[in-house]
């Protein structure tokens, strides 16, 4: 199968070109980039902006000056390098990140950024132009260790603000402090922009949950990111003493939240999202009082906003029947992805002979930041065990060379779609 271009030139024939490619190579990448930041027994320590992110961040930049890209580090630290198209259009850009949480796994954002660097090793292989400028991004700081992450992306957009920066950091100070620490000009961030018009983002991700691996199925697709919405709920009962209030005249505050929480699990399940309660407070939180009042947050997390309205309405209704009351807290949108993306991934997959599955995506990246700017798809390789966010994630070495050259195939197809 072949990839269509729009004025007649010879199209790139996607199999015969992802045949070249050098999965070994990309093995090789990942094993000399996890060992930057590697600590025996600890994980991944590659904090945003540490010294083992900056030397990993330089690492990258070679790695791309070395295979002929123009190559820089913008005012966020996000590593860029560039290939000239063919054709006076908008960048196709790719790529992903390389900060990890403290003691993450080696695959998480770095199988994206290395699968990039293996596309256009590639391409410049078999001395291939696409019509497109190319541009592969290493973005910085996407993980939660900043006040404002993904940090990168996010300024990359054009979406930074002063506020956003002014809260903490992993490093127990204020994420600008850590910033300028490191040479970095919040001004500069804060004003950046994109280089060039951007066409289209496409982010190689791990999938950092179990569907694919159980499935067997070796790409996934994601439809979007998932909204988050949280609640505070609040349970007013009366303390009293726990030896000598009889039991039918206790109003138990954490008796009272006990049905809400199982309701929250029901009311997900049934609406196939997810829903979890993942903080309570009791008080007065001692073993001889009887809980008089209880706070609890909850979170919900679908694709649909039509679905995530419905369960909000079953909580309301499940808290006052509880006794409580709900509270709306945070909100995110869901981010959907563009579904003519999504289908040249599929037409891509399916010339290599690759199976996939259409899924949302639980977590947040930085392609949701891109979405503010240009269309943009995901792609997703298998996590073993659905392990993620620790030192034993791990994606198949097969796996992790289907997904690049998923990757590639992705990009030859968007390349050529005459719209784009
Ligand atoms: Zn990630």
Request: net charge negative.
């Given at each position: 199968?072949?990839?269509?271009?729009?004025?007649?030139?010879?199209?790139?024939?996607?199999?015969?070109?992802?045949?070249?490619?050098?999965?070994?190579?990309?093995?090789?990448?990942?094993?000399?980039?996890?060992?930057?930041?590697?600590?025996?027994?600890?994980?991944?320590?590659?904090?945003?902006?540490?010294?083992?992110?900056?030397?990993?961040?330089?690492?990258?930049?070679?790695?791309?000056?070395?295979?002929?890209?123009?190559?820089?580090?913008?005012?966020?630290?996000?590593?860029?390098?560039?290939?000239?198209?063919?054709?006076?259009?908008?960048?196709?850009?790719?790529?992903?990140?390389?900060?990890?949480?403290?003691?993450?796994?080696?695959?998480?954002?770095?199988?994206?950024?290395?699968?990039?660097?293996?596309?256009?090793?590639?391409?410049?292989?078999?001395?291939?132009?696409?019509?497109?400028?190319?541009?592969?991004?290493?973005?910085?700081?996407?993980?939660?260790?900043?006040?404002?992450?993904?940090?990168?992306?996010?300024?990359?957009?054009?979406?930074?603000?002063?506020?956003?920066?002014?809260?903490?950091?992993?490093?127990?100070?204020?994420?600008?402090?850590?910033?300028?620490?490191?040479?970095?000009?919040?001004?500069?961030?804060?004003?950046?922009?994109?280089?060039?018009?951007?066409?289209?983002?496409?982010?190689?991700?791990?999938?950092?949950?179990?569907?694919?691996?159980?499935?067997?199925?070796?790409?996934?697709?994601?439809?979007?990111?998932?909204?988050?919405?949280?609640?505070?709920?609040?349970?007013?009962?009366?303390?009293?003493?726990?030896?000598?209030?009889?039991?039918?005249?206790?109003?138990?505050?954490?008796?009272?939240?006990?049905?809400?929480?199982?309701?929250?699990?029901?009311?997900?399940?049934?609406?196939?999202?997810?829903?979890?309660?993942?903080?309570?407070?009791?008080?007065?939180?001692?073993?001889?009082?009887?809980?008089?009042?209880?706070?609890?947050?909850?979170?919900?997390?679908?694709?649909?906003?039509?679905?995530?309205?419905?369960?909000?309405?079953?909580?309301?209704?499940?808290?006052?029947r509880c006794g409580g009351t709900l509270h709306p807290?945070?909100?995110?949108?869901?981010?959907?992805?563009?579904?003519?993306?999504?289908?040249?991934?599929?037409?891509?997959?399916?010339?290599?002979?690759?199976?996939?599955?259409?899924?949302?995506?639980?977590?947040?990246?930085?392609?949701?930041?891109?979405?503010?700017?240009?269309?943009?798809?995901?792609?997703?390789?298998?996590?073993?065990?659905?392990?993620?966010?620790?030192?034993?994630?791990?994606?198949?070495?097969?796996?992790?060379?289907?997904?690049?050259?998923?990757?590639?195939?992705?990009?030859?197809?968007?390349?050529?779609?005459?719209?784009?």
């Open positions: 199968m072949s990839a269509q271009c729009s004025e007649g030139l010879p199209a790139i024939d996607v199999r015969s070109l992802v045949a070249s490619f050098d999965g070994e190579q990309l093995l090789a990448d990942l094993d000399a980039l996890g060992a930057i930041g590697w600590k025996p027994g600890a994980g991944l320590q590659r904090l945003a902006y540490g010294d083992a992110d900056l030397e990993a961040r330089r690492w990258v930049l070679t790695q791309m000056q070395a295979l002929g890209m123009q190559a820089w580090i913008d005012p966020a630290g996000n590593v860029i390098g560039h290939l000239p198209g063919s054709e006076p259009l908008p960048a196709l850009a790719i790529g992903s990140h390389t900060d990890s949480v403290p003691g993450g796994g080696k695959f998480d954002g770095a199988l994206g950024v290395l699968a990039g660097l293996a596309c256009v090793r590639t391409l410049r292989s078999q001395d291939v132009q696409l019509r497109h400028p190319l541009l592969l991004i290493d973005f910085a700081a996407e993980e939660a260790t900043t006040s404002a992450s993904p940090t990168g992306s996010l300024s990359f957009v054009g979406g930074l603000t002063q506020t956003a920066l002014d809260g903490p950091s992993w490093d127990g100070r204020s994420t600008v402090a850590l910033l300028t620490d490191h040479g970095f000009n919040i001004a500069a961030m804060i004003a950046n922009r994109p280089p060039m018009p951007i066409a289209a983002f496409l982010e190689l991700h791990i999938e950092q949950g179990d569907r694919l691996a159980s499935a067997g199925v070796p790409i996934g697709i994601v439809e979007g990111i998932v909204g988050i919405r949280r609640y505070y709920v609040h349970f007013q009962g009366q303390a009293n003493h726990a030896g000598t209030t009889d039991m039918k005249r206790r109003r138990d505050a954490l008796v009272m939240a006990a049905p809400f929480i199982l309701a929250v699990r029901e009311a997900a399940m049934t609406h196939g999202i997810v829903g979890t309660v993942g903080r309570i407070e009791v008080h007065p939180n001692t073993p001889n009082v009887i809980p008089g009042r209880v706070m609890l947050d909850v979170e919900i997390r679908g694709l649909d906003d039509a679905v995530l309205d419905r369960v909000e309405a079953i909580l309301a209704v499940e808290a006052a807290g945070h909100r995110k949108e869901p981010v959907l992805a563009d579904p003519k993306l999504m289908e040249a991934i599929e037409r891509g997959c399916e010339a290599l002979g690759l199976r996939t599955m259409r899924m949302p995506s639980g977590a947040g990246h930085d392609a949701m930041n891109l979405a503010a700017i240009c269309p943009y798809a995901m792609l997703f390789a298998p996590s073993e065990q659905g392990v993620s966010h620790a030192p034993d994630e791990w994606t198949q070495p097969h796996d992790c060379i289907n997904a690049a050259r998923a990757l590639l195939a992705a990009v030859l197809e968007v390349d050529a779609m005459p719209d784009v």
